[in-house]
């Protein structure tokens, strides 16, 4: 199994433009996180899905930020107009649910986001 | 989900064993303990996790005392590989929500 893949893994941006990042959970797993990691806020969660349905999105900073999934094998983030305080990395992980306990979150390896 | 405490940083020789605390007092009876680590630039990975009893698998042992206020990490031979900040993390299992709320953790450095 090749793991979440999430690309791109490095962005460079401009301030204002429209950033997409993309992630591939892994083949059968059920849920899909989205991540950002900043020095000042450490790991945060932005958003969940469950079987492509966003479940808790209370963690997006503001409408800037947009979640989809449109199937069990992609989703995207979007950040419209992006922002410098918007730099982090983001990082996409999938889990797959058990019943009674919940299994494990792989990670994928993030994307560095730099908006200039 | 319950908080947890743990060292900002900690300091393991190589080869030794790495034992690391975490303190998580508010714990609810239907909460697990988590462990992740995180290398430097890489995504977070999966430990181990329990919910009573000491866990042990090919990376670590989870050690959670009787009254479950609090757990220890334990790696038998730590080697540099294993310089990373280590996460805890207690939360329910299952259940309407699945979130993983990661705190500050504990910047383990092995030095040679």
């Known amino acids: 199994d090749a793991g979440v893949i999430q690309s791109p893994r490095h962005e460079v941006t401009e301030m204002g433009q429209e950033v997409t990042l993309r992630c591939k959970p892994i083949s059968g797993h059920d849920y899909l996180f989205w991540y950002r990691q900043t020095m000042m806020r450490g790991l945060e969660l932005l958003i969940y899905?469950?079987?492509?349905?966003?479940?808790?999105d209370s963690g997006m900073p503001e409408d800037r930020f947009s979640a989809k999934m449109p199937n069990a094998s992609f989703s995207t983030l979007k950040i419209q107009p992006s922002e410098p305080r918007d730099s982090a990395v983001y990082f996409c992980?999938?889990?797959?649910?058990?019943?009674?306990?919940?299994?494990?979150?792989?990670f994928g390896p993030g994307t560095r986001l730099t908006v200039t | 989900d319950a908080k947890t405490t743990q060292p900002t940083s900690m300091d393991c020789a190589e080869g030794r064993a790495a034992n690391l605390p975490c303190n998580h007092s508010t714990i609810s009876g239907n909460e697990y303990v988590y462990w992740y680590r995180q290398i430097h630039s890489q995504g977070p990975q999966y430990i181990i996790h329990?919910?009573?009893n000491n866990e042990t698998n090919e990376m670590a042992s989870l050690i959670i005392t009787e009254d479950r206020k609090s757990s220890t990490l334990i790696l038998p031979h730590a080697t540099l590989r294993d310089t990373a900040v280590y996460y805890c993390i207690v939360r329910v299992a299952g259940g309407a929500t699945n979130k993983l709320i990661f705190g500050t953790g504990t910047l383990l450095a092995v030095q040679p």
């Open positions: 992980a999938s889990s797959l649910s058990g019943g009674v306990t919940t299994y494990e979150q792989y």
């Open positions: 899905f469950n079987n492509n349905v966003p479940i808790d």
């Open positions: 329990g919910l009573k």
